[in-house]
Nanobody, 125 residues
């Protein structure tokens, strides 16, 4: 069983930055593919960014490419999402997710086994 705890959300003005963190419990963190999803108000949850279990490959949804960076620190059992040049349309609840099984390119919700509770990010115009 893996527990995920997100932190770092908040209110920021457009153009600003935030860094989200997701701390994971459990011994197998280094073998999990990790991802960030978000759910804007009134919309469905969507994939934002992912990182392979190797930490080498990262991948993003088109709307955040060049602005967001996902990374992981296996020594700290933590995955990060650095968000720069934030826009009002980035406003959402952000969720961290972990996928077992040495995934290399997990992007669908069904490919993730564990989820955090979410952290609110609000970008004002």
């Amino acid at each position: 069983q893996v527990q995920l705890l997100e932190s770092g959300g908040g209110l920021v003005q457009a153009g600003g930055s935030l860094r989200l963190s997701c701390a994971a419990s459990g011994r197998a963190f280094s073998t999990y593919a990790m991802g960030w999803f978000r759910q804007p108000p009134g919309k469905e949850r969507e994939f934002v960014a992912g990182i392979a279990w190797t930490g080498v490959d990262t991948y993003y949804t088109e709307s955040v490419k060049g602005r967001f960076t996902i990374s992981r620190d296996n020594a700290k059992n933590t995955v990060y999402l650095q968000m720069n040049s934030l826009k009002p349309e980035d406003t959402a609840v952000y969720y961290c997710a972990a996928g077992a099984g040495y995934g290399l390119h997990n992007t669908r919700e069904s490919e993730f086994d564990y989820w955090g509770q979410g952290t609110q990010v609000t970008v004002s115009s």
